[in-house]
Structure formats: structure tokens, C-alpha cells
């Protein structure tokens, strides 16, 4: 924070850079000398807009673009919708300041077809709270999901039969119709309508700084919430509420549990004294556990998929695979992977060893040999894609290829690929060319229970584990036996290789493992 100028991570979305600049304004009101800039950054939840958000993996998936923005240097704070924020704030950042609550409540929308509540009638929501209140209500309707930008959200809404969304946002950014009822019946998400500051932790100027906006009674109010989130165990994913408000020197609170279907509901109400809410938030949710919580919780979860902790990105169609298996991948970045400017040399054969690795040769297919020795099968699809004609030789992995290249002696070889490898290639004979660096990326991530994780790289484990404590009893899957050897190393106790590196065989293996 040089020369008294903040930097601001915002997402790009109309609401969101509404309510960062609303959070400027009232900095400005405490700190008129001071600059403040919003840093514009982009996350994976707004880029993909196909896939539901309970579908969606990853966790923080609106937020964790945000706090890297922090935890690389390049903003000080980021704002957030408290609901959307993970309950564990990541190592090294903290929840600085709350504004007040500017209200709470769900908006049922109705669509253009003049359909009254009493008909059968299939809304669109996005989430499975909102769905089930609707359906503990009126359970002949139905649901579709809900996906897009709020402008996209409404008009999608108007053009069915109605839907279901945040009142606060809409009315923030002036788009909640004339026509839309408010659901003061629906308990709301935790935290829902409160505008959040998350900043570096430890840094004593930032943090008096970010104070003199923060409102104590809703920080209070928003902890309650986030911790009664927290200890039953419901991401947002589950059919949960709560809902805290101050009432003079006390607060109320409420939550409620439902079934999918929300067929089944387990509420709690209490009123909780000034001086005992810090463990209030965690005491309702084991009164809601202990009447039966717990066993709807299961059934919940049941439904539900697994949730892995993928450390690669993934695209789409590998989401949908994963899904279709009962699967949610949360997939990071845990590597840097940066293209390097390379003169590729005669050799008999070239060996690739992935598929980045096999993407740097695309400028060069026609001065490929004729032998190229490949580990894996996309990356010997990439080549087949790029236009090579030459014969390919597939490996399981290096150590296979290693051997058959000792055993066999096919010739002079290169590797093209990564800086840092599992292999000592001119220990063979083999001349290595660096086509791209492969830098570690530590995440620092708020979850840190998985019900499994999927390993594609030694260097990879390692960038995962160094800033997380993953329990060690999590299944880790492993693209090969380099990976697994490192991730026994690291003291896991349930490690499978994979028999054939391959996304669909590391799936399989999740699937039997977790069944």
C-alpha cells in the first residue's frame, strides 16, 4: 500500500463492481487522502456459464481468483458477497469488515406466461435451498436451473414460467421487477446480502484501515450464520438456511434443514445473548444435527457427487465425464506452465512425455522423424490432430519408456518437454530439450477435506501440499508411480496408481475407490 493507494480485486460483473465501488465510497468517507483502484479480475465461475454452479467444481469458485490476487502481490483486498465466501477464510488472508446487511430475502419472479402459483408450474433456480423451500411449499412445481449474469437471469426468468433469486443483488443494481414478491417465509442463505472485505492477514495498516467500515452487529450476525454453515458440515450445495438479526441487546436466529425435495424440514429458532455469540453459530447447528439433521444430512450427501480436489485444470467435456460418474473435480492450478523458445535437433527419435509437452511441437510436425516414443494418449492424439504421419509408439509412462529405450538402443533420441522432470534424461543418452518451464504454483485453499484427490505429477503434489494440510488418510489417485511414490513420501495412506495414464482410467479408479 504505496503512497496511500489501495488496490481493490473485483470480479467484472455489473453487481460486483457496484458493490466495490460501494465499499470505496464509504472508505472515502473515513480516508478522503487516501487513492482507490479496483484491480479487474475474472473467475472461473464467470467464465463458464454451461454447467450448474452445484455442478461447477471448485471451491471458492467466485472468490479464489480474488484472494490470489492478494496472496500474489497484486491487490491489497478483494469484495465479495459474504454468501458466496468460503466458511474457512485460506491461509494468510482474513475477513477484514462487513457493510450492513441491506436486506435478505428471496424474490420470487413471475414469468410472462400469466400462470398462477396454484398451476403446475417449472420454475428456474440455481439454488438448492431455494428449490426445496419452494417445493416444502408448493410441491407440485418443478425446476430447471439458472445460470448467467443477473441481466441474463431475468430475462431467462421472464420468459418462463417464473424463478426464484437474491432480492438484495437485483435490487442493487435497480433490476428486481415492480411485480416481484418477496419470500419472507424462505429463510435465506447464510450471509446473504451482506457485502464483505477480505484482505492480507497480519498487516496491522490494512486492517485498521478496512475497520472504520465495518459494521459490528452484521459481522456478528454473518459469523453466527457462517458458523452454523460451517459445523453442519453443508456447503452450498445443501437445502440450508439461517437467518440471525439483532434485537436489542440479543439476537434471533433461525435455521432450517431440508430434504432435496424438500419433502422433509428440521428447523431450529433461538434467541442468543450478546455475550455468548461466539460459539452460538455451532451450538444450533449440533441442536439441528442431534434432531435428526444428521440422517438428513446422509441422505443429502447421498445424492450427491463426490468431491475431488483435481490438481489440473480441466475442461468441460472432462467435468461432464467426471459428473456423469459420480464425480465434482475442484480443479487448480498447481503448476506454471510457461512456453520456452527451442531449436529442435536431428535426432532418430523424439519422446514426449505429455500433452503440453506434445502442444510445443505443433509449429514443428513436418521436421518431426519418423519415431516419435509418446507417454499417454492425448498427447499422442494432439499430434495425430496437429498432422503427424510417423509412427508412435505409446508408454504407460517414462520409467516404461526409459527401460524399452535401454533395452532396445532405437537410436540418437531427444526429450522435448518439461525443465523439471521425474527423469535424468542424458543419463540415458538422451538429449533434453526444454520446450516449457514447469514452475510450482502453491495454492492456498479454505477446504481441506476432499473426498479424494486426483495427482497428475511428483512436482504437482508437492506445490499442493506445501501451503494445505490435506488429511492423510484422503485417497490421492495418481497418474503414475513417480506420482504415487511422492505422495506415499508425504505420508498418504491410500495411494493408487494408475494403470494407464489416462483421464478415464484415473476416473475409474475414483469411482471403484469411493463406491
Known amino acids: 500500500m504505496r ?35 479496483i484491480v479487474p479480475v475474472s473467475t472461473k465461475g464467470d467464465r463458464d456459464q454451461s454447467i450448474s454452479l452445484q455442478n461447477l467444481g471448485q471451491t471458492g469458485i467466485f472468490t479464489k481468483a480474488l484472494d490470489d490476487a492478494i496472496l500474489e502481490g497484486k491487490a491489497d483486498i478483494g469484495v465479495h458477497s459474504l454468501k458466496d465466501y468460503p466458511t474457512n477464510v485460506p491461509k494468510g488472508l482474513k475477513l477484514l ?72 443483488g437485483l435490487e442493487r443494481i435497480n433490476l428486481l421487477p415492480n411485480n416481484a414478491e418477496l419470500l419472507d417465509w424462505m429463510l435465506p442463505a447464510p450471509a446473504q446480502g451482506i457485502m464483505s472485505v477480505i484482505g492480507r492477514d497480519g498487516d496491522p495498516q490494512l486492517e485498521e484501515l478496512v475497520s472504520t467500515v465495518n459494521h459490528l452487529q452484521t459481522f456478528i450476525c454473518a459469523q453466527i450464520e457462517r458458523d452454523f454453515m460451517a459445523a453442519a458440515e453443508a456447503g452450498c450445495a445443501s437445502p440450508l438456511g439461517a437467518l440471525c438479526q439483532p434485537e436489542n441487546n440479543s439476537f434471533t436466529f433461525e435455521g ?59 475442461d468441460k467435456e472432462q467435468h461432464t465425464l467426471a459428473l456423469e460418474m459420480g464425480l465434482k473435480l475442484h480443479d487448480i492450478e498447481v ?92 543419463e540415458f ?22 473426498d479424494a484427490i486426483l495427482a497428475f505429477s511428483p512436482l504437482g503434489v508437492k506445490s499442493a501440499l506445501s501451503e494445505n494440510n490435506f488429511p492423510k488418510n484422503t485417497p490421492i489417485v495418481c497418474i503414475g508411480e513417480r506420482t504415487a511414490e511422492t505422495a506415499k513420501a508425504e505420508n498418504f495412506t491410500q495411494v493408487y496408481p494408475a494403470s494407464q495414464p489416462n483421464f478415464t482410467t484415473l476416473l475409474q479408479i475414483l469411482k471403484n475407490e469411493l463406491s
Not at 503512497?3 to 473515513?30: G, M, N
Not at 543418452?429 to 476432499?450: C, D, F, M, V
Open 3 to 37: 503512497d496511500r493507494k489501495l488496490r481493490i480485486a473485483s470480479r467484472t460483473s455489473p453487481l460486483a463492481l457496484f458493490q466495490t465501488r460501494e465499499v470505496i465510497d464509504r472508505l472515502k468517507e473515513f480516508h478522503s487522502e487516501w487513492d482507490f483502484c
Open 97 to 168: 469488515a462487513v457493510l450492513p446487511r441491506d436486506g435478505h430475502l428471496d424474490a420470487f419472479i413471475p414469468g410472462n406466461n400469466g400462470k398462477l402459483k396454484k398451476d403446475k408450474l417449472t420454475l428456474l433456480s440455481g439454488s438448492p435451498r431455494r428449490r426445496a423451500f419452494w417445493l416444502n411449499k408448493y410441491p407440485n412445481h418443478s425446476f430447471k436451473d439458472l445460470r448467467g449474469n443477473m441481466h441474463t437471469r431475468v430475462d431467462k426468468i421472464l420468459a418462463a414460467d417464473g424463478g426464484i433469486v437474491s432480492a438484495p
Open 256 to 314: 432450517a434443514l431440508l430434504s432435496v425435495d424438500g419433502q422433509q424440514k428440521i428447523s431450529i429458532s433461538r434467541t442468543i445473548h450478546a455475550s455468548e455469540w461466539s460459539n452460538a453459530g455451532k451450538r444450533a447447528a449440533n441442536e439441528l444435527l442431534e434432531n435428526g439433521g444428521s440422517e438428513l444430512m446422509k441422505k443429502i450427501r447421498a445424492l450427491q457427487p463426490k468431491d475431488v480436489l483435481c490438481l489440473k485444470e480441466i
Open 335 to 426: 503448476l506454471n506452465l510457461i512456453p520456452k523458445y527451442f531449436e529442435l535437433i536431428h535426432a532418430q527419435v523424439v519422446i514426449v512425455a505429455s500433452s503440453f509437452g506434445a502442444k510445443q511441437l505443433k509449429n514443428f510436425i513436418t521436421r518431426l522423424p519418423e519415431t516419435m516414443w509418446i507417454v499417454g494418449q492425448k498427447a499422442t492424439e494432439l499430434l495425430l490432430n496437429y498432422g503427424y504421419t510417423g509412427n508412435i509408439r505409446v508408454f504407460k509412462n517414462s520409467g516404461e519408456l526409459v527401460t524399452a529405450y535401454k533395452n532396445e538402443q532405437p537410436g540418437s533420441a531427444v526429450y522435448c518437454g518439461a525443465e523439471r522432470t521425474s527423469q535424468n534424461w542424458s
Open 429 to 450: 543418452g538422451i538429449e533434453h530439450i526444454i520446450t516449457y518451464s514447469n514452475i510450482a504454483k502453491p495454492p492456498r485453499l479454505a477446504r481441506q477435506q476432499w
